[in-house]
């Protein structure tokens, strides 16, 4: 079953066009990546697809339904839910109460409990931090407490856009360990990343977007092998 389709998605800033008609697709239950350089227009089409930047032309599907231009907070209601690069903590709130924030579309209060205690379980130094301000946490730990807040909506689309972005390389390799576990409790992710050969070698399948267009996709390990893609991503030589 496709969760989702992108046919022909164009994303244009003023005459300047981001995303150039691409076409991308995600099965229930895949881990796919989307890799390419900085300024390609991987955070671009994340943000069409959530609704926080409006597309030039084609349609985002999700579910089979055209959710071209809804509000983010109705498709978070529809269990499509991203991780911004930035991650976009409540810096004020504690850490429970950013995780709170993320089930704010829920009212099964006993389950939303439930949930609380899993997450501190996937991420025991959320847990020892849960009365601390998310300001006050390190970088790694506001990114775990990102992924934490959206995985208490429950989704059934997971976006994650730059996970390891400025963290030390322990805590990228934390970062991906977790990333790859919900993908194994069933969750979908569609993951944008940076560190391409991390991102290859957890995910199913792969798409390499350069300067708005797809240039290749197919199996990941396909791609982790492809002497252009080894060259122009992990730097070596082909």
């Known amino acids: 079953m496709t969760l989702l389709e992108l046919a022909g998605l164009e994303v244009a800033y003023g005459g300047i066009k981001a995303v150039k008609g691409i076409d991308l697709a995600v099965e229930k239950g895949e881990l796919v990546c989307l890799i390419g350089a900085n300024g390609a227009g991987k955070t671009t089409t994340l943000k069409a697809i959530c609704g926080m930047v409006p597309t030039h032309g084609g349609a985002v599907r999700y579910q089979d339904r055209d959710i ?3 509000p983010s907070y109705r498709l978070v209601e529809r269990g499509l839910a991203m991780v911004p690069e930035g991650r976009g903590i409540f810096r004020q709130l504690t850490v429970a109460e950013n995780l709170a924030m993320g089930a704010f579309v829920r009212n099964d209060r006993e389950a939303v409990r439930h949930d609380l205690e899993v997450i501190f379980e996937l991420f025991p130094r959320l847990a020892e931090r849960r009365s601390q301000p998310g300001g006050t946490l390190s970088g790694g730990e506001q990114q775990m407490l990102a992924i934490g807040r959206a995985m208490m909506s429950r989704p059934k689309l997971l976006l994650l856009d730059e996970p390891s972005m400025g963290l030390a390389p322990l805590l990228v390799q934390k970062i991906f360990e977790t990333v790859r576990k919900i993908s194994a409790e069933g969750v979908t992710i569609l993951l944008i990343e940076q560190n391409a050969r991390l991102a290859l070698e957890i995910a199913n399948r792969a798409y390499v977007m350069e300067t708005g ?3 290749l996709s197919g ?3 396909e791609l982790l092998a492809d002497p252009k893609v080894r ?6 030589m082909a």
Do not use: C, F, Q
Not at 231 to 236: D, F
């Open 213 to 215: 267009t797809i240039t």
């Open 231 to 236: 060259e122009a991503y992990l730097g070596e």
């Open 219 to 221: 199996p990941a390990a």
């Open 68 to 70: 071209t231009g809804t």
